[in-house]
């Protein structure tokens, strides 16, 4: 049977480990990249809760109805997952602003990658 070549990663072109992201990828980027196989039963009371203490979305200025609970510090960023002072609530379209500008930046090449 022949062997297949190694995987390559789409970011960085370097073969990349078989079953797991390769290291020039954040942990949160890509499907559930940071959460594993999906909630939890623990995140879903913690959200729950933030959502019933902190109806209103917590972006300044702004008085929507929340809808997400978003970590502060992103769990990729070795932010705390069930941290109460790193959750704030947000409405929808606060939260994918928050969601894509720390997309963008994570895909900005840093100063150790040249």
């Known amino acids: 049977m022949p062997t297949r070549p190694p995987r390559v990663c789409n970011k960085c072109r370097r073969p990349a480990p078989s079953n ?5 990828t954040p942990a949160w980027s890509g499907r559930n990249g940071y959460t594993g196989s999906g909630s939890t039963r623990r995140w879903r009371t913690i959200r729950a809760a933030k959502l ?3 109806p209103i979305c917590e972006a ?3 008085r929507a109805l929340a809808v997400e609970v978003d970590h502060i510090t992103p769990v990729g960023a070795n932010g705390d997952r069930y ?5 704030q609530s947000l409405c929808h379209p606060h939260h994918q ?3 894509s500008a720390e997309a963008a930046a994570a895909r900005r090449p840093t100063a150790s990658q040249g």
């Open 60 to 62: 300044n200025g702004c």
């Open 83 to 87: 941290d109460w002072a790193n959750l």
């Open 20 to 24: 797991q992201r390769c290291p020039c």
């Open 52 to 54: 019933e203490e902190q």
């Open 97 to 99: 602003a928050k969601t």
